[in-house]
């Protein structure tokens, strides 16, 4: 594993190929929901190995070596807490993950590209107060322009998240695949709905 074994997971799912581990920090919450905390199966059995996570689960597959006989993993516990990232990196990704993937002018969610609030040739500056997530053509319909003069409003105003609400954002938005084993681990932390 190249960098910190404890923060490095699978951000491709074609990388994953079969049986990815979901990865938890020691507290048993995943160290990331969007993009889901996960390891290819390899990497599971080496920190396990390497006496780094216990295993919770496991899948109804083997690996063999000549000496050696091993389930895959399908859930993994660090042995050592990791401390959640205070500060939210300013990246395309995350800001979209602010706005939920949506267009902060009509609400639309396809071909979406970011959009300067305050244009900058007008002296904005490229910050989480004042870049949003912006549909091509409601982009093109701004273009330079401010939004009193090009008749827009944004659906709500542009700030930087927290890391907790980027973390609680994600798990709106579950991946593709989600394996039977990982489900009592991605959503008890999340807050009951009250009748």
């Known amino acids: 594993m190249d960098g910190d074994f404890r923060t490095e997971f699978v951000r491709e799912p074609a990388a994953l190929k079969q049986h990815p581990a979901l990865v938890l920090n020691a507290d048993y919450r995943p160290l990331s929901y969007y993009p889901l905390s996960l390891w290819p199966w390899q990497e599971a059995i080496k920190a396990a190995w390497l ?33 959640p990232r205070k500060r939210v990196a300013f990246t395309r990704f995350n800001l979209f993950l602010r706005d939920e993937f949506r ?13 300067h609030v305050v244009p900058r040739a007008s002296g904005g500056i490229t910050s989480w107060e004042n870049v949003v997530a ?12 401010s939004l009193r003069k090009a008749g827009m409003s944004l659906r709500k105003p542009p700030r930087a998240p927290v890391a907790d609400e980027l973390r609680n ?26 009748t």
Not at 103 to 115: I, R, V
Not at 175 to 193: T, V
Request: glycine share 4%.
């Open 51 to 83: 006496n780094r996570v216990d295993i919770v689960a496991e899948y109804d597959a083997w690996v063999r070596s000549p000496s050696t006989e091993i389930r895959i993993p399908s859930v993994v516990v660090l042995k050592d807490f990791v401390q």
């Open 103 to 115: 267009c902060q002018y009509c609400g639309s969610k396809g071909d979406l590209t970011f959009d």
């Open 134 to 145: 912006a549909c091509a053509p409601c982009n093109l319909r701004k273009g330079s322009k």
């Open 169 to 194: 954002q994600g798990r709106k938005f579950p991946p593709n695949h989600l394996h039977e084993s990982w489900m009592d681990y991605l959503y008890w932390d999340a807050e009951l709905e009250q």
